[in-house]
């Protein structure tokens, strides 16, 4: 069964380092991938996918299939990137389901 | 738009008792998802419907059923609360396929 996974549950940097959240896969297919946020009391909203292969609020992610891996990264982090991660993972023929990690908690401090 | 809307936002409940969780989305969505968040696990799909007239089975649907009401509405019933069902349950939707999911704004469950 697919698994994704997120190693670490909080993650602390300061203003202005750079971050990167982590997130590992298990499937055997072609999957697409994603990245949720959740800031505190907002709704869980979708941050990128890599079929977009966009940067989004200064973040990008790289699908690696050699590494089953789909890491989130940021330069320089802002205060407001502080929030909840998920990564989360489609499979090609699960329709539109989503398995989710087990998210990141970033915290940016000043 | 209201997006998606959820009802109740916080609830209590005694083992034994059973519940209605409502979730309604105006964006004329085909697809709808009803989840778990827990401490360290993430979010875990209970059920979904792929589009109005079909449910299915996600991860962790013991202990729930759902309706799809109709194309907009999809409820997530608890017959009989048990304490492992107190969690954050979110409902989404999405036009389907390869679309992103659209979350609410959760309904905060406990059971006593």
């Known amino acids: 069964a697919q698994r994704v996974t997120q190693p670490e549950k909080l993650l602390s940097v300061f203003k202005g380092a750079p971050v990167e959240l982590k997130c590992n896969y298990s499937y055997s297919g072609s999957p697409e991938l994603f990245w949720y946020v959740q800031y505190s009391r907002q709704r869980l909203q979708l941050l990128l996918r890599h079929i977009s292969r966009e940067s989004i609020k200064g973040f990008t992610a790289d699908l690696n299939k050699g590494e089953t891996s789909f890491h989130l990264k940021k330069p320089f982090a802002q205060e407001e990137d502080s929030a909840m991660y998920y990564c989360?993972?489609?499979?090609?023929?699960?329709?539109?389901?989503?398995?989710f990690g087990e998210g990141t908690q970033l915290t940016v401090n000043p | 738009n209201a997006g998606v809307t959820q009802t109740p936002k916080f609830q209590v409940l005694k083992t034994g008792q059973s519940m209605t969780l409502q979730c309604a989305q105006d964006?004329?969505?085909?697809?709808m998802y009803w989840y778990r968040q827990d401490p360290g696990m993430g979010l875990r799909l209970i059920y979904y419907?792929?589009?109005?007239?079909?449910?299915d089975k996600g991860e962790v649907p013991n202990g729930y059923n759902v309706s799809r009401l109709n194309k907009r509405e999809f409820s997530l019933r608890l017959e009989s609360a048990a304490p492992s069902q107190t969690s954050v349950y979110f409902c989404?939707?999405?036009?389907?396929?390869?679309?992103?999911?659209?979350f609410g704004p959760g309904t905060r469950l406990t059971v006593l």
């Open positions: 989404a939707s999405s036009e389907g396929g390869w679309d992103e999911q659209f």
């Open positions: 419907s792929a589009s109005e007239g079909t449910t």
């Open positions: 989360a993972l489609k499979e090609e023929t699960s329709g539109s389901r989503l398995t």
């Open positions: 964006m004329n969505h085909n697809s």
